[in-house]
């Protein structure tokens, strides 16, 4: 374990824990399955109280990162995304006209990962991510069923990736996603061409992705963006204009 501690006297009791767990992971000097020291030991080196230590772990429990046994002490976790996920989504969510920043961090996340896939993706990957375009084109006038199988695909992708860091990324902003996804569909599901689109602007990328084209396949990915914004666009311009009286 790490010598090195979370002296700064800036930091409560219950920060000098989180920077000490947060720095003996990422230099591997914790890694999942281990045993933290015993509280009084812990509590001594990191110069703060057992009560605040024992609340500390507890909190870092109670985000999936300690298991602790009674009687044998805590043990490090393997972090559980949807653990994270949920933080990011009850963090973000409480900012002002988030969706839109969101998807901004999805542009960046996909069009790395999409790269990625081409020359990563297993066959295994590819019948997966051809499984979840046959799912979208089943359920293309269904907002809800749709939405989310349109998420489905996207996820699809950067887990082809075989990127960690992304999935762990594009997981983080998971919900907030596929809740997008299902409103840009409530929104443009009567608009003249969706249908159309929404299969052949898929089925391109998917392509790109078989045929192992990384260019192809970012610049066919960001026009699906680009188009899907436009769709979007036009579709609220028609809700709120005014039709003349007939």
């Given at each position: 374990?790490?010598?090195?501690?979370?002296?700064?006297?800036?930091?409560?009791?219950?920060?000098?824990?989180?920077?000490?767990?947060?720095?003996?992971?990422?230099?591997g000097s914790l890694k999942p399955g281990e045993r933290l020291l015993g509280?009084?030991?812990?509590?001594?080196?990191?110069?703060?109280?057992?009560?605040?230590?024992?609340?500390?772990?507890?909190?870092?429990?109670?985000?999936?990162?300690?298991?602790?046994?009674?009687?044998?002490?805590?043990?490090?976790?393997?972090?559980?995304?949807?653990?994270?996920?949920?933080?990011?989504?009850?963090?973000?969510?409480?900012?002002?006209?988030?969706?839109?920043?969101?998807?901004?961090?999805?542009?960046?996340?996909?069009?790395?990962?999409?790269?990625?896939?081409?020359?990563?993706?297993?066959?295994?990957?590819?019948?997966?991510?051809?499984?979840?375009?046959?799912?979208?084109?089943?359920?293309?006038?269904?907002?809800?069923?749709?939405?989310?199988?349109?998420?489905?695909?996207?996820?699809?992708?950067?887990?082809?990736?075989?990127?960690?860091?992304?999935?762990?990324?594009?997981?983080?902003?998971?919900?907030?996603?596929?809740?997008?996804?299902v409103q840009r569909r409530e929104v443009t599901v009567s608009e003249p061409?969706?249908?159309?689109?929404?299969?052949?602007?898929?089925?391109?990328?998917?392509?790109?992705?078989?045929?192992?084209?990384?260019?192809?396949?970012?610049?066919?990915?960001?026009?699906?963006?680009?188009?899907?914004?436009?769709?979007?666009?036009?579709?609220?311009?028609?809700?709120?204009?005014?039709?003349?009286?007939?």
């Open positions: 374990m790490s010598t090195v501690l979370a002296e700064n006297d800036d930091l409560s009791g219950a920060e000098k824990v989180f920077a000490f767990f947060r720095d003996a992971l990422v230099d509280e009084r030991e812990l509590s001594l080196r990191l110069g703060v109280s057992r009560p605040v230590l024992r609340e500390a772990l507890r909190s870092l429990s109670m985000l999936g990162f300690l298991d602790i046994r009674h009687g044998k002490g805590a043990y490090v976790r393997q972090a559980d995304i949807n653990v994270l996920s949920d933080f990011f989504t009850f963090s973000l969510a409480q900012q002002p006209d988030i969706l839109d920043d969101v998807m901004q961090a999805r542009i960046a996340i996909e069009c790395q990962a999409i790269r990625l896939a081409c020359e990563r993706a297993t066959e295994t990957d590819l019948k997966h991510i051809g499984s979840r375009l046959t799912q979208l084109m089943d359920t293309l006038h269904d907002p809800m069923d749709g939405g989310a199988a349109d998420f489905a695909f996207h996820q699809a992708i950067v887990e082809a990736s075989r990127s960690e860091a992304l999935v762990t990324l594009y997981g983080a902003i998971g919900e907030l996603l596929r809740r997008s996804h061409g969706i249908v159309d689109y929404l299969v052949e602007a898929h089925r391109e990328v998917f392509l790109s992705i078989v045929e192992r084209d990384a260019d192809a396949a970012d610049r066919k990915l960001r026009d699906h963006f680009a188009i899907g914004d436009e769709f979007r666009r036009r579709s609220l311009i028609s809700a709120f204009t005014r039709r003349p009286q007939t």
